[in-house]
């Protein structure tokens, strides 16, 4: 069956690093893979899509990229801030489905 | 900025009870969904809607649950019978639906449910 793994442990790191996330997949290819960030008691919000002939995007402070061979996703914040702590979902998609299928999500904390 | 809003905030039930969780989508989005997040796990989809009509549900969607556009703003799910465990965070979204899952989906702000 499908599966979607993210680092199953929160992310700890000093204001101003660089946070790497991980969103691993198995038993499908994507055609797309979306980020977003949720807050607590929050809904998500889209960060960031990637599709898979594209090895790399960035916004601002984030950088995506996407290894199909590898079977992954590394979500990326530069210059990380306080403000950034939240937990950060991936979700993979298939070319004409629109069915968002979240990984458990990385819990991020930015400490100043 | 257009949003999507859901109404009410949280709703307490009776367990057996039927509850109605609305939604107002974005105006010139054409996919609606409901998705819901028990506390502590993971964001679950339960189903899109497009065209009047139901496109994908999962297998959390079974009989007790309903969606419906009843005008022209408006998108609602229904959970006839309630259970304890239908307990969650229920989110609606939409998206445009130019391109599918190249689409990015606009998540409300939730309505939490709670069934006693």
């Known amino acids: 069956s499908q599966k979607i793994e993210q680092n199953s442990e929160a992310l700890n790191i000093q204001e101003g690093k660089t946070a790497t996330l991980t969103c691993n997949y198995t038993n499908y290819s994507p055609a797309y893979l979306q980020w977003y960030r949720q807050d607590p008691g929050r809904g998500p919000v889209f960060l960031l899509l990637?599709?898979?002939?594209?090895k790399e995007k960035r916004k601002e402070r984030l950088k995506v990229t996407f290894d199909t061979t590898l079977k992954q996703s590394l979500f990326h914040i530069t210059a990380s801030q306080p403000a950034d702590s939240a937990t950060y979902l991936c979700a993979p998609l298939m070319e004409y489905g629109n069915k968002l299928v979240f990984g458990a999500g990385t819990i991020l904390r930015v400490k100043s | 900025e257009p949003e999507v809003t859901q109404t009410p905030s949280h709703q307490v039930t009776q367990m057996g009870q039927e509850v109605i969780l609305r939604c107002v989508p974005i105006?010139?989005?054409?996919?609606f969904y409901w998705y819901r997040q028990i506390l502590g796990q993971k964001v679950e989809f339960l189903v899109s809607f497009y065209n009047n009509e139901i496109s994908e549900k999962s297998e959390i969607f079974d009989d007790q649950f309903s969606v419906e556009r009843p005008d022209g703003s408006n998108f609602t799910l229904k959970i006839r019978s309630t259970k304890l465990e239908d307990s969650a965070m229920y989110f609606c979204?939409?998206?445009?639906?130019?391109?599918?899952?190249?689409?990015?989906?606009?998540f409300g702000p939730g309505t939490r449910l709670t069934v006693l």
């Open positions: 979204a939409s998206s445009e639906g130019a391109s599918l899952g190249g689409d990015e989906q606009f």
């Open positions: 105006s010139n989005h054409l996919y």
């Open positions: 990637i599709r898979e002939n594209e």
